[in-house]
């Protein structure tokens, strides 16, 4: 079960300023920058930080290329600056990272260059302070000893630019810890099973501990819907509204360092259907992304936890990163496949029912909305804008008189737990003890730090996950305290079985080491290409 102390404090009568539903990105974000303005803050997450999509992505920040390509400046001008931000706040997991765009046709160096140089302006002279570098054109020869695996036929030179790259899943838990010190109650593993309302108004909610299926009930002032794809589930207790997402699929797939050797990403600006496509290098591995799929079908209880790549969706990366790259993969050489789904806000007049034809043409921005008895629902976005994205929830709910006034900013400045003297990671690469940050030798100070469990993993890692990061289950630290299960599952599955037993030995008798080394092992086999 979650610690006692946290159960206890859940407990407690009083009332919070802020309940919070929903621990991805966006959520921990509004609880972090409420606490960090002393309210009284709760957030509850119904299965692992951030389980679903939050731990899914390209593992980008960025201002976002084709949003420029699109016109939307506002929009990429607020993520660059958020970019810089988060470069700043965690170095320890966000670093700067180099791309090279390889250009075949005699128009596209120009044409993507002079994009790419309106793309540095609108970032500002910030960017370099954050070891942001900026764009330079390239001829054949230097974009080949960028991108040694690069198609040389018809090259015809390039554009380097840079952007961030991080890990999404620690992001998070580094976000769910550092609210907590703040004073926040943050719990994982508590599900949100009803809302409560006074005099017609939202007044609070009941929760359950899904280990131990003990029930509590929480008085809050306001309570926020952050749950991304699953929001339009919670405002359904509320209200017969009409549904605000449309999902969207987005699938990676993990290659072994080789296919694409060195320090630098290679951005495709459009494949033969127009999308974008990229190959980067992460903790030691390469990663081919991705797709965006209409998944229109995929509403209420029908929308999965573990969303699954539909076949032509990895056939379509494949082709496209076998045109580009000198050796083309091969299913066979897949380590690991995922998909998240996007919660995509649809424009109030798109229809609620029948197929979404493109995507691309739903919102990529958040939205904010109160239903008719205050409860305040968030969802859209994208990781690079989460805290900017809190403070628009803020002050939304400050606006419509549901919180007390507060000024806003305390989170620009903010370093995230493990920040304090952390220095960024060699582009790609991250992970191991550098993922830590400042917190580094009370790992290393843990029974075990010398015992390798395989894939940079130790034995210290995982005390230290139980005792300091909400870890409960194997899937919570070989999926997001370690990264394995996204880099190779079959390595991972392997692992299962050490990391049971030393949960058991950490959580106590109550963790069946065996059935969760199994449980992790059918979770790891749909993270493999049959």
């Known amino acids: 079960m979650i610690s006692d102390d946290l159960l206890a404090r859940l407990a407690e009568p009083a009332p919070y300023d802020l309940a919070v539903v ?72 966000v670093h700067p990272l180099p791309f090279v765009m390889p250009c075949y046709r005699w128009w596209e160096k120009p044409f993507y260059g002079t994009g790419l140089a309106l793309y540095d302006a609108l970032a500002g002279r910030t960017a370099a302070s954050v070891g942001l570098g900026g764009t330079a054109w ?43 010190v703040q004073g926040a109650l943050v719990l994982n593993y508590c599900a949100v099973t009803a809302l409560h309302h006074t005099a017609g108004r939202v007044s609070g909610l009941a929760c359950q501990d899904t280990e131990t299926g003990q029930t509590y009930t929480v008085r809050s002032r306001c309570v926020v819907n952050a749950t991304g794809v699953w929001v339009d589930g919670l405002r359904a207790q509320e209200s017969a509204a009409k549904p605000m997402v449309s999902p969207s699929q987005g699938v990676h797939l993990v290659l ?149 006034e507060r000024p806003a900013g305390v989170t620009v400045d903010l370093p995230l737990v493990g920040a304090t003297g952390a220095s960024f990671a060699a582009p790609g690469q991250g992970g191991g003890l550098a993922a830590y940050g400042s917190e580094a030798g009370a790992v290393t100070a843990l029974p075990g730090a010398d015992r390798a469990l395989g894939g940079g993993l130790t034995e210290a890692m995982v005390r230290f996950a139980v005792r300091h990061e909400y870890a409960r289950t194997v899937e919570d630290v070989l999926a997001r305290r370690a990264r394995l299960l996204f880099l190779d599952a079959a390595q991972a599955a392997r692992l299962a079985p050490a990391v049971a037993d030393l949960l058991a030995a950490e959580i106590g008798p109550g963790l069946d080491a065996g059935a969760a080394a199994s449980a992790f092992q059918g979770l790891a086999a749909t993270y493999r290409l049959p």
Not at 55 to 61: A, D, F, G, I, M
Not at 72 to 81: C, G
Not at 142 to 170: K, N
Not at 329 to 356: F, I, M, N, Y
């Open 22 to 93: 929903g621990g991805g990105a966006t959520g921990l974000g509004v609880a972090l920058d409420a606490a960090a303005r002393g309210l009284r803050v709760v957030l509850l997450e119904s299965h692992d930080f951030a389980k679903g999509t939050s731990s899914r992505s390209t593992k980008l920040v960025h201002g976002g290329v084709r949003y420029l390509a699109q016109g939307h400046l506002p929009l990429v001008r607020e993520a660059l600056h958020e970019r810089t931000t988060l470069l700043r706040n965690a170095p320890h997991l």
């Open 138 to 180: 390239l001829s054949p020869a230097e974009v080949q000893t960028r991108l040694p695996t690069v198609q040389a036929q018809g090259l015809t030179g390039g554009i380097q630019y840079w952007d961030g790259q991080f890990d999404d899943a620690r992001l998070a838990l580094a976000l769910a810890r550092t609210a907590a």
């Open 256 to 404: 072994d360092a080789s296919f694409l050797p060195g320090q630098h990403a290679m951005l495709v600006p459009r494949t033969r259907d127009g999308r974008v496509l990229f190959a980067l290098p992460w903790l030691g591995h390469t990663v081919l992304g991705t797709t965006d799929t209409p998944r229109p079908e995929l509403q209420g209880d029908a929308i999965p936890r573990e969303p699954q790549a539909l076949a032509h969706e990895v056939a379509f990366i494949l082709a496209e990163a076998s045109r580009f790259l000198t050796r083309p993969p091969q299913r066979s050489d897949v380590k690991s496949v995922w998909a998240g789904l996007r919660p995509l806000v649809k424009p109030d007049e798109a229809p609620q029912t029948g197929q979404v034809k493109q995507t691309r043409a739903i919102s990529r921005e958040h939205a904010v909305r109160t239903g008719p008895s205050g409860l305040v629902t968030v969802t859209g976005g994208k990781w690079t804008t989460y805290r900017a994205m809190a403070e628009d929830v803020l002050a939304h709910c400050m606006g419509q008189g549901l919180l007390p």
